[in-house]
């Protein structure tokens, strides 16, 4: 018998217990609104969870409260203006989602960023990571009541999002990528400082580590908590770090890379076995590491030449379709996008990834106490724009 | 490589030489062998490119599709369902306000005729759905016509659970109506809303009414309003 199973038997056995106790004071159920405005929600969820006593019987998330219908409004927009708008889906990480959408109109149209392009397109994409996660290693510690790490977490993301700003001109939204490469080089020094800043990002996932992963409150609220089992975390559609803490190798990065040189660099994908709120702690704090380590590999060997490639002025993209998806910091997100050779897209659909992430919830949280659902919220990460999109 | 069309015109040219793209196009013709085998007849739509797979299906045929997806084939993971409607915008390209209209001369909007994508299509309303097999990699992009009169198939939820926010979604949006899903009813919009905004003809009001900040907002800077004598805009 596993560690996990174990955890998982004693914590099935705890909720019997407690199911009796109920069942003999016969309490009476309860319908409980975790939100909208929770700090375990990063935007505006409401979570409406039916207890029993202390368990929760069945639990309903509630969204549309930043629904901007970004399907909608790409319909009418060129598509080199469609990048402003998918900026703010995922709004810690936003280069990452200007990519896939640019690599699914490059192939329509059947052009390739150059070669220096698209490395500064994996760095900037891996430094987005990097900022998106920094901020979730912090967060998590205040869902278990530590409030000094996201402290540290602001501090430190922010020599990470200083160099996307040297680089990019925007601190959140870049709007940055073009089709047939990126608007701009990057300025003079910006590769000895993004160094540095790794380094600074490297010491402050150590400090996590000693602060937070080997506590035992920490543990003793996650360990054994939220379990997702491989295959229904499969067919929910459960994306990047919270499918690979249930064991899944699998990772869009290496296994199907598109447009990104991330098989340049010598990296490793992490997994976990357990599939609980500590594994996806920690692959996600292995993965910040690991961000780090392919961002020096990359900055080393940047080559040279031009950033855009020949593409018209105006951008006509010819029929087809196309879909591409790229493993963003909340996890694989993808565009199909329909052209019919006009200036805009004909329609584009957007597969966010924690739209999928979240869909589990009704099915993870049955069963599970009420403090559970701010742990398991919070290790599932997610970010409201990109549910709601 | 892009000849393994059944329906439809194959609008896509094979993308840039990598080996690894002929590979994954074989691979996906094996797949869509297969697929011919155990659907028969209601297979009737079929396109390869980019080592991608696309499976046009009868709509009928949708959860069969996908229980033969995940149970014979392996593909476990369910990346996201979603609908197309083909009809071309009747309120033409950029669904231009009124005093956009008056600024350039309107074309004539005629309606375009309906084409459909890869694939192939009949009808107006298309569903689109996507599912992988995370251990090699392989994925399949599904569609299903669905009849104009009643917009309705079977859904998915019983072989993929993620596909019920899904099929909501699309309910909302599209007003499909899919068979066995457990409760459909609205996600994103309040529940009084009436309309499938995703339609091509729900039009989009913020367009409609306001205009267009690019063409009309030219509004002169104060300094330049009357030859700037305050002395803000003068150089030092």
Redesign the interface.
């Known amino acids: 018998m596993t560690v996990t199973e174990r955890q998982q038997l004693s914590y099935i056995a705890a909720q019997a217990a407690d199911a009796r106790v109920n069942l003999e004071i016969e309490t009476e159920g309860m319908t409980l609104n975790i939100g909208p405005q929770h700090p375990a929600t990063h935007g505006t969820l409401r979570i409406v969870a039916k207890l029993d006593g202390e368990q929760v019987v069945a639990a309903e998330p509630v969204?549309?409260y930043m629904?901007r219908?970004y399907?909608?409004?790409a319909?009418?927009r060129t598509y080199p203006q469609v990048t402003t708008l998918i900026n703010r889906i995922d709004w810690l990480g936003s280069f990452a989602n200007e990519v896939p959408f640019i690599l699914a109109a490059e192939?329509?149209m059947?052009v390739?960023a150059p070669p220096r392009a698209q490395w500064i397109r994996t760095i900037l994409f891996e430094l987005s990571r990097i900022a998106n996660i920094t901020l979730f290693l912090g967060d998590m510690a205040v869902q278990v009541g530590a409030i000094t790490p996201v402290f540290f977490a602001f501090r430190d993301r922010e020599h990470v999002l200083n160099q996307i700003e040297a680089a990019t001109g925007g601190r959140f939204h870049p709007n940055f990528d073009r089709i047939g490469g990126l608007k701009d080089d990057l300025p003079a020094g910006w590769v000895a400082e993004t160094r540095g800043a790794m380094r600074k990002i490297r010491a402050f996932c150590d400090e996590i580590e000693e602060l937070v992963e080997g506590n035992e409150i920490f543990q003793a609220r996650t360990r054994g908590i939220g379990v997702i089992p491989p295959?229904?975390g499969?067919?929910?559609?459960?994306t990047g770090a919270n499918?690979r803490a249930s064991g899944?190798d699998?990772d869009v990065r290496r296994?199907?890379p598109c447009g990104l040189v991330h098989d340049q660099v010598d990296w490793k994908v992490w997994t976990h076995p357990d599939g609980d709120s500590f594994a996806r702690f920690w692959v996600r704090l292995q993965e910040t590491r690991e961000a780090t380590k392919i961002v020096d590999q990359l900055l080393d060997g940047i080559p040279s030449g031009p950033i855009m490639a020949k593409v018209p002025v105006i951008i006509k993209v010819?029929?087809?379709?196309?879909?591409v998806?790229t493993e963003n910091p909340l996890g694989?997100m993808?565009y199909?996008v329909?052209s019919?050779g006009?200036?805009?897209p004909f329609?584009v659909?957007i597969?966010s990834a924690s739209?999928?992430n979240v869909?589990?919830t009704p099915?993870l949280l049955r069963g599970v106490y009420v403090p559970d659902i701010i742990t398991i919220l919070g290790s599932l990460y997610f970010i409201l724009g990109d549910i709601?999109r | 490589m892009s000849s393994t069309d059944t329906a439809g015109p194959s609008?896509?040219?094979p993308?840039?030489p990598d080996s690894a793209g002929t590979a994954a196009d074989a691979e996906a013709g094996a797949l869509l062998g297969r697929a011919r085998n155990a659907l028969g007849d209601a297979l009737v739509g079929s396109h390869i490119s980019?080592g991608?797979l696309?499976l046009r299906v009868e709509s009928e045929s949708w959860a069969d599709l996908a229980a033969w997806l995940?149970d014979t084939e392996g593909f476990?993971?369910?990346?996201?369902l979603?609908a197309?409607?083909w009809m071309p915008?009747p309120f033409g390209?950029?669904?231009d306000s009124a005093v956009d209209n008056t600024l350039d001369q309107p074309e004539p909007k005629e309606a375009p005729p309906t084409?459909t994508?890869?694939s192939g299509g009949d009808t107006r309303f298309q569903l689109?759905a996507?599912v992988s097999d995370?251990?090699t990699?392989r994925s399949v992009?599904a569609k299903a016509d669905l009849s104009t009169d009643d917009l309705r198939a079977p859904s998915w939820v019983a072989v993929?659970?993620?596909a019920?926010?899904?099929e909501r979604e699309a309910w909302e949006?599209f007003g499909i109506d899919f068979d066995g899903h457990p409760g459909l009813r609205?996600?994103?919009?309040?529940g009084e809303f009436e309309g499938h905004?995703?339609r091509k003809d729900?039009p989009?009001l913020a367009?409609r009414v306001k205009p267009w900040p690019g063409l009309v907002d030219v509004e002169l800077m104060p300094e330049t309003d009357d030859g700037g004598d305050d002395g803000e805009g003068a150089a030092p």
């Not at chain 1, 010819?318 to 879909?323: D, K, L, M, N, S």
């Not at chain 2, 476990?76 to 996201?80: K, L």
């Open positions: 969204m549309g629904h219908g399907e909608k409004l319909e009418v192939r329509l059947e390739e295959g229904v499969l067919s929910y559609g459960l499918i899944v699998w296994d199907s010819p029929a087809g379709e196309a879909y998806e694989v993808g199909y329909v019919k006009d200036l805009n329609r659909k597969r739209f999928s869909s589990i099915w709601d | 609008t896509e040219a993308r840039a980019a991608e696309w995940r476990g993971f369910f990346s996201f979603s197309i409607d915008s390209r950029d669904m084409e994508g890869v689109l996507r995370v251990t990699g992009i993929y659970p993620g019920d926010w899904h949006m609205h996600i994103y919009l309040p905004p995703l729900y989009l367009r």
